[in-house]
């Protein structure tokens, strides 16, 4: 017995087996996530946000194997940043192919502001310099959303530089949630939106401005200033370009506040218009 118990608790031979054994478990793991990937691209023929990705399998994630053999999920180098845009979009109302389908070709310019608004676009995207921006504001429905897209995937497809959009309806509330909760979440949050190139923030402000009785921009929610100024200040002193398409103009954002209306102003310049018009919306346009 005494003997016995000096001995290894696995011998050689059967420590090689099992090392035989995991190695196959280990392959066969391998093989059976392939099998699992093939299913996928088959069955999910097409995925519920339409991007097809035959890395990944449709599924947004692949497995890595990391120095210790063990088996980890990353995001799809090849289409998750894609998703997320398709998942944002779809969070504000718009789906991928009105998306895809807001060019500058199928902006309608058939009124004078219609074709200073577009006029501008194609200034802006012939001769900006790097961190410029382009703003938008007014009324509602002239198409100032359809125009800024337009120009975030001409830049994407002309000068090959990402862009990404923020919906400020369906943005915000998490982001203030998180900076309510003092954690590192909310720095985690807004890292992205401070960093990224090319943010198209859409409608920023909807829902925080309150109108006084002469039905004039009156106040703005101090939450949503505060998280504002945080991402808008970064990303101006990053010289991050930014798009803005808002209601509220720049002159009647800089009476409510003062530095946040002149870091936009100078981030835009020359690069805003006030636009004023009928809602085309009401005519029956998509996204306007
Ligand atoms: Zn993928």
Redesign the pocket.
Known sequence: MGKEQLEPAVSEDRRKTLLQKAKRLKKMSKEQLEERRQWAVGTIATPPDGIQ?S??G???F?TEENTDGYETVAP?P???ERRQVARRLKASGISPEDYENCRLTTFLADTEISRQMLAMANAYLTSRQPGQGFGLFGTAGTGKTHLCIAVCQEITRKYNEPHYYFSYRTEMPTLIKAMKSYSNAYDDAVRKWKECDNLYIDDLFKMAVRYGSDKNPASIEPDDLKVMFDIINARYMNKKATLFSSEIAVNELSQIDGALGSRIYAMIKPYGMKVTGENRRLQGGTVA
């Open positions: 990705c890395h990944c449709n599924t947004g692949i799809c090849a289409c998750y």
